[in-house]
C-alpha cells in the first residue's frame, strides 16, 4: 500500500486584520491546498476569497532572490557590510535623527520587535514608523485619550452575543470579509439582531443593513455628539458606571450640545432622513448589547481621533463596554497591525505598549534592553517622514515590506523624496516595485509561506504565522537581516538571536518587566514557554495570566489604565475635512480597497482568480454628476486635484453618493500607466495621531478621449511603448491589456508585429484591417495555439473579452475557433461567461443571470447549489443578490 506523505500545516492568513486560521495540505508532488481551520476562533474554517486562494501567490514570479547594490547582485556579506558602514557613516556625519525607519504591517511581531529596539535603543532615535501609520493610528490615539492604554475591549464573539451592530465607516463584507460572514451568520441565528450601517457608499455590506445611513462626508463626529446628546437627554446612561468607572463627562456633553443639539440638527448636518437617524438613536439607547465596529471610513480624516473618542463617549455613557455583546470595536487593517502597536512600532511609541514622553517607562525599557541609548522624544511620523527627507534633512532610510511610493498620500512628492535621498535600502520579497526602483541596496526578505513567527488580529489574538515551504534563492527573515546589521553596527551581543522564537521570549519578557498590572499589554508568562512550546502555541487573545490562558475582554471590573483608574470621555468639538471643495475641485474623492485584491497588489495581481471579478481601475460616479460632468459609463475619464491626476474607467452606479467619487487604492505603475490614486490624495493629517486624510480629497473630473482604444491577450508579460493609458491583469494563461492611445501609428500591422513577434520567429499571423473604421485585429497562433491577440477600434466599443480569454485553455483551435478569432464573437453554440462574480469557482454574470432565467432559484443558496457560486468563502454573495433582484 501507498504511503500518504501529505504535510498539514496550521498558519495565519497574510492579509487583513481578522487573522484567519489556515491549514495548508502539502503532498510529495508540491500540491498546495488551502483550507479555513475550524479550530481556530477567528474564523472557525471561514476564508474570504483572498485567503483561498493563498496558493496563487505562492510563485516566483518578479521575486528578489539575491541581495543588490545598485541594481547589481552581491553576496549577503557584502551587502550587510555596505548597508551598516553607510548608516554609521550618515549617522556619524550627520547625526542620528537623519536616519529614518519605514516599516509595515507586513512584518511579524518578531520582526517589527528588533526593528525597533535598534532604532530606538541603539542608534537612539524614534524615527521608525510603519504603514499602520496610514490605518490604525486614529483609533490607537483615540484609545489611549479614553482608556489610557491602546486597548481593544472586545472580541469577534461579541458580534454573535450583539442585538444591535453598528457598522460605521466599514465596507465590511469586502474589506474584512469574514467579520461580514460572522455577523451574516449571527443574522441568521437571531432573527432580532439588527445592523446599521452608517457610510457615505451603498457598499456591498448595505445587503444585510436593517438601517443605511448614507452620511455626509466628515461629518460622522457630529452624528456621534448627536447621539451622546440624545442617550443623555432620554435618561439612558449608567449612572453608577459613569459615577466610579470614568471621567469628563459633563465637558464632553458641553461641547457635543454645541455642535448636535437634537435629532434634526443632526440630520440636517450630516444630510441624512431624520426619521432614520430617529430610528437608530432609539435603538441605541434601548438596546443593551449594543457593538459599534468601525475601521478606516471613520480613522482615515484629519479628526479621526475625535471621530474614534465620539463613539468610545456613547459606550462610556451607556456603561456599554467590558461585557458581553457590547462595546465600541476597531477593526484593524493589516495582519500585524496590533503586533506593531505592542513592541512600539510607531514613532512616538516604546515597546511593550510604553510610552516615549514617560521617563520611567524610558528607564525601563533602556534598562532592559541594557542599551546605550533611547529615545526620548518622538520621532518623526509617516507624512513627516517623507517631507523631512524631501526636504533633505532624513539622509537614509530603510523601507520594510511597503511600497510608499504608490500608498503615501500625495505620492509624486514621496517619489520625489525617495529620489533624491541619499541612502536608500529596501526589504522586500518582490524585485520590482514602485518603491525598490529607487532602491541603492536591495536586500531579498521572506514572505507568507516562508516566514516563521507570530501576529496578532483585531481582538488582541496572538497566532503563529509558519514556514511551509524551503526558502528561495538566498531570501533571509527580517529579523535576521535587521539582526546582522545591528552586529555589524558594534550590537553583536544584544542582536545575538538563533531564531525568531528567541524574540519572542525577550519581548515577552520585556512586556511584564515592572509592569505591576500597570499597563494592558502583557504575555510575560509565555517568556519562558520554551522552544517546543512556542511552535505550537495555539490562538490566544492578551493579555496572558500566570496560567497561560488569554483574556477575551478588557475592562470587565471598570478599571482602565488611566491615572486615575477612570476611563475619560474626550470633548469633541467636529472640525471638518481639512480642504473643502471648490468651483475647481467640486467632488469629493473617498478610497479603498475592492473586494479580492490586496493593497498595492504585489502579491494578489498575480492571482488569476483573484483579478477576475475587477481587473481595472475606475472611478465610482453616480448617474446625476456622470451627466452633469458629460460622462459616458465605461469611458476613460481623467481625474484630477491639487496634487496630481490619474486616469481610469467610469463605472456609473446609484450606490455612489452625489457630489462623491471613488476610486480604489490597489493600481501602480507595475500595472497601470497612470492609475495610482495616491497621486491625488491630500497630505493633511490628524494633529494627534498623523494618519493622513485619504477619505475626503476636492477633485475634478473630466473625459479622457484618446484617439484609439483596445485590448491585448498574450501569454506573455508586454513592455508597451505605443499606449498612453494601459493596465495589465493576470487572466488564467494570458495577461490582458486594456489600452488606448493619444497617437495613430502609421503602420498598426508592423506595430503589433513589433510587439508581439520576434523578428527571428516564423509564427502563424493572422489579421484584419479595415482603414475606414479604423479598426485592426490581430493573432499570433503558435503551433495552432493561441499565443497573443489585438484589438484595436475608434471608441470603447469592442468585443468582449471572455470567448477570446477562454481560448488560451484550448491546447489545438478548431477550425470554428479560427473563423471567430477575429471577430471577437463566440460561435453560436458557445455561451459567453460574462464579468466574474465568484471569484472562487470562476462563475459569470451570464451565467448566472441564465440559471435564474431558466430555472427561477427563489435564494443565493439555490443558485449556489447549481452552478457553486457564493458556496465557498462568501464573498460574492451581496452581488448575487443583487442579481437576483434585478433579472
Given at each position: 500500500m501507498a504511503m500518504n506523505h501529505e504535510k498539514i500545516i496550521k498558519t495565519t492568513c497574510p492579509y487583513c486584520g481578522v487573522g484567519c486560521g489556515v491549514v495548508v495540505n502539502l503532498d510529495e508532488q508540491g500540491v498546495i491546498k488551502i483550507k479555513g481551520d475550524p479550530d481556530h476562533p477567528a474564523n472557525y474554517g471561514r476564508l474570504c476569497s483572498k485567503g483561498s486562494a493563498l496558493a496563487d501567490s505562492?510563485?516566483?514570479?518578479?521575486?528578489?532572490?539575491?541581495?543588490?547594490?545598485?541594481?547589481?547582485?552581491?553576496?549577503?556579506?557584502?551587502?550587510?557590510?555596505?548597508?551598516?558602514?553607510?548608516?554609521?557613516?550618515?549617522?556619524?556625519?550627520?547625526?542620528?535623527?537623519?536616519?529614518a525607519f519605514y516599516v509595515s504591517g507586513q512584518l511579524l511581531t518578531e520582526d517589527y520587535y528588533v526593528a525597533n529596539k535598534l532604532v530606538k535603543g541603539f542608534i537612539g532615535t524614534a524615527n521608525i514608523d510603519t504603514n499602520s501609520r496610514l490605518c490604525m493610528s486614529s483609533a490607537v490615539a483615540a484609545q489611549k485619550r479614553a482608556f489610557g492604554s491602546d486597548s481593544v475591549p472586545g472580541c469577534y464573539e461579541d458580534l454573535e452575543r450583539a442585538r444591535l451592530i453598528i457598522l460605521a465607516g466599514s465596507n465590511t463584507a469586502w474589506c474584512h470579509p469574514v467579520v461580514y460572514q460572522r455577523i451574516v451568520q449571527a443574522k441568521k441565528d437571531n432573527p432580532d439582531l439588527v445592523v446599521a450601517l452608517i457610510d457615505p457608499r451603498q457598499t456591498a455590506t448595505a445587503d444585510i443593513a436593517d438601517i443605511f445611513l448614507p452620511i455626509k462626508p466628515g461629518t460622522d463626529s457630529i452624528f456621534f455628539n448627536g447621539l451622546l446628546v440624545y442617550l443623555q437627554e432620554q435618561d439612558e446612561h449608567n449612572i453608577q458606571f459613569i459615577k466610579n468607572c470614568t471621567e469628563g463627562m459633563d465637558e464632553a456633553l458641553d461641547h457635543a450640545r454645541q455642535s448636535a443639539p437634537d435629532i434634526a440638527s443632526v440630520a440636517a448636518q450630516c444630510e441624512l432622513d431624520e426619521e432614520e437617524v430617529t430610528r437608530l438613536f432609539r435603538l441605541f439607547a434601548h438596546t443593551e448589547r449594543v457593538v459599534t465596529v468601525f475601521s478606516q471610513g471613520i480613522n482615515q480624516f484629519s479628526s479621526g481621533t475625535d471621530r474614534v473618542n465620539s463613539i468610545i463617549n456613547c459606550h462610556l455613557l451607556t456603561g456599554r463596554i467590558g461585557r458581553p455583546g457590547m462595546g465600541p470595536f476597531s477593526l484593524t487593517g493589516q495582519p500585524n497591525a496590533m503586533g506593531g502597536r505592542e513592541v512600539g512600532g510607531l514613532a512616538n511609541q516604546l515597546a511593550a505598549h510604553m510610552e516615549l514622553d514617560n521617563e520611567?517607562?524610558?528607564?525601563?525599557?533602556?534598562?532592559?534592553?541594557?542599551?546605550?541609548?533611547?529615545?526620548?522624544?518622538?520621532?518623526?511620523?509617516?507624512?513627516?517622514?517623507?517631507?523631512?527627507?524631501?526636504?533633505?534633512?532624513?539622509?537614509?532610510?530603510?523601507?520594510?515590506?511597503?511600497?510608499?511610493?504608490?500608498?503615501?498620500?500625495?505620492?509624486?512628492?514621496?517619489?520625489?523624496?525617495?529620489?533624491?535621498?541619499?541612502?536608500?535600502?529596501?526589504?522586500?520579497?518582490?524585485?520590482?516595485?514602485?518603491?525598490?526602483?529607487?532602491?541603492?541596496?536591495?536586500?531579498?526578505?521572506?514572505?507568507?509561506?516562508?516566514?516563521?513567527?507570530?501576529?496578532?488580529?483585531?481582538?488582541?489574538?496572538?497566532?503563529?504565522?509558519?514556514?511551509?515551504?524551503?526558502?528561495?534563492?538566498?531570501?533571509?527573515?527580517?529579523?535576521?537581516?535587521?539582526?546582522?546589521?545591528?552586529?555589524?553596527?558594534g550590537f553583536e551581543k544584544e542582536f545575538s538571536y538563533n531564531e525568531a522564537a528567541d524574540i519572542f521570549f525577550e519581548h515577552a519578557a520585556l512586556s511584564g518587566y515592572r509592569n505591576n498590572a500597570t499597563r494592558d499589554f502583557d504575555i510575560s508568562a509565555w517568556a519562558d514557554m520554551g522552544y517546543e512550546a512556542y511552535d505550537n502555541l495555539q490562538p490566544t487573545q492578551w493579555p496572558i495570566d500566570k496560567d497561560k490562558k488569554g483574556t477575551k475582554r478588557l475592562f470587565t471590573e471598570g478599571q482602565f489604565y488611566t491615572p486615575s483608574g477612570k476611563a475619560r470621555f474626550v470633548a469633541v468639538t467636529p472640525r471638518p475635512p481639512a480642504i473643502d471643495t471648490d468651483d475647481e475641485f467640486p467632488l469629493v474623492l473617498n478610497t479603498g480597497r475592492v473586494r479580492d485584491h490586496w493593497h498595492t497588489l504585489t502579491r494578489t495581481g498575480h492571482s488569476a482568480r483573484l483579478s477576475g471579478h475587477i481587473s481595472e481601475p475606475y472611478v465610482e460616479i453616480h448617474p446625476k454628476d456622470l451627466a452633469a460632468y458629460s460622462l459616458e459609463d465605461k469611458s476613460l475619464a481623467c481625474i484630477t486635484s491639487k496634487w496630481g491626476e490619474v486616469i481610469v474607467r467610469v463605472t456609473v452606479t446609484e450606490q455612489q453618493r452625489i457630489g462623491s467619487v471613488f476610486i480604489p487604492m490597489h493600481w501602480n505603475q507595475q500595472f497601470a500607466s497612470q492609475a495610482g490614486v495616491d497621486m491625488l490624495i491630500n497630505p493633511a493629517v490628524d494633529p494627534i495621531s498623523g494618519q493622513p486624510e485619504f477619505k475626503y480629497t476636492p477633485v475634478n473630473i473630466s473625459t479622457y478621449q484618446p484617439q484609439w482604444y483596445g485590448f491585448i491577450l498574450s501569454r506573455r508579460r508586454l513592455k508597451l511603448t505605443n499606449a498612453n493609458y494601459w493596465v495589465c491583469s493576470k487572466g488564467r494563461g494570458y495577461w490582458k491589456y486594456e489600452i488606448g492611445g493619444d497617437d495613430l501609428p502609421g503602420d498598426w500591422a508592423k506595430c503589433a508585429r513589433s510587439l508581439l513577434c520576434s523578428e527571428d520567429n516564423k509564427v502563424d499571423w493572422i489579421e484584419y484591417f479595415d482603414n475606414a473604421q479604423k479598426k485592426y485585429r490581430a493573432a499570433r497562433l503558435v503551433n495552432n495555439k493561441l499565443e497573443s491577440c489585438v484589438f484595436i477600434g475608434p471608441d470603447i466599443h469592442l468585443p468582449e473579452r471572455d470567448y477570446l480569454a477562454d481560448l488560451f485553455g484550448v491546447d489545438v483551435l478548431s477550425d470554428q475557433d479560427r473563423a471567430s478569432l477575429l471577430t471577437g464573437k463566440p460561435p453560436l453554440d458557445v455561451k459567453e461567461r460574462g464579468p466574474i462574480v465568484c471569484s472562487c469557482f470562476n462563475v459569470g454574470l451570464n451565467e448566472i443571470t441564465e440559471l435564474i432565467k431558466e430555472k427561477q432559484p427563489a435564494t443565493v443558496e439555490e443558485i449556489g447549489a447549481c452552478i457553486k457560486a457564493g458556496t465557498n468563502c462568501g464573498s460574492c454573495i451581496p452581488e448575487i443578490k443583487k442579481i437576483l433582484l434585478k433579472v
Open positions: 505562492l510563485g516566483m514570479e518578479g521575486r528578489l532572490l539575491y541581495p543588490e547594490i545598485n541594481g547589481n547582485a552581491c553576496s549577503w556579506g557584502d551587502a550587510l557590510n555596505v548597508v551598516s558602514h553607510r548608516l554609521k557613516d550618515i549617522i556619524e556625519k550627520h547625526g542620528k535623527e537623519s536616519v520611567e517607562h524610558r528607564d525601563c525599557v533602556q534598562t532592559f534592553w541594557q542599551s546605550p541609548h533611547i529615545a526620548d522624544k518622538q520621532g518623526l511620523k509617516a507624512v513627516d517622514l517623507f517631507d523631512a527627507m524631501y526636504e533633505g534633512d532624513i539622509k537614509a532610510v530603510w523601507i520594510m515590506g511597503t511600497n510608499p511610493a504608490v500608498s503615501m498620500p500625495d505620492s509624486n512628492k514621496v517619489r520625489e523624496a525617495l529620489k533624491h535621498c541619499e541612502l536608500v535600502i529596501v526589504s522586500d520579497c518582490m524585485r520590482d516595485t514602485d518603491t525598490t526602483q529607487f532602491a541603492d541596496i536591495l536586500l531579498p526578505a521572506q514572505t507568507w509561506s516562508e516566514k516563521d513567527g507570530t501576529v496578532t488580529n483585531s481582538e488582541r489574538r496572538v497566532s503563529r504565522q509558519r514556514s511551509l515551504l524551503p526558502i528561495p534563492g538566498e531570501a533571509k527573515a527580517d529579523w535576521w537581516i535587521i539582526s546582522e546589521v545591528a552586529k555589524r553596527m
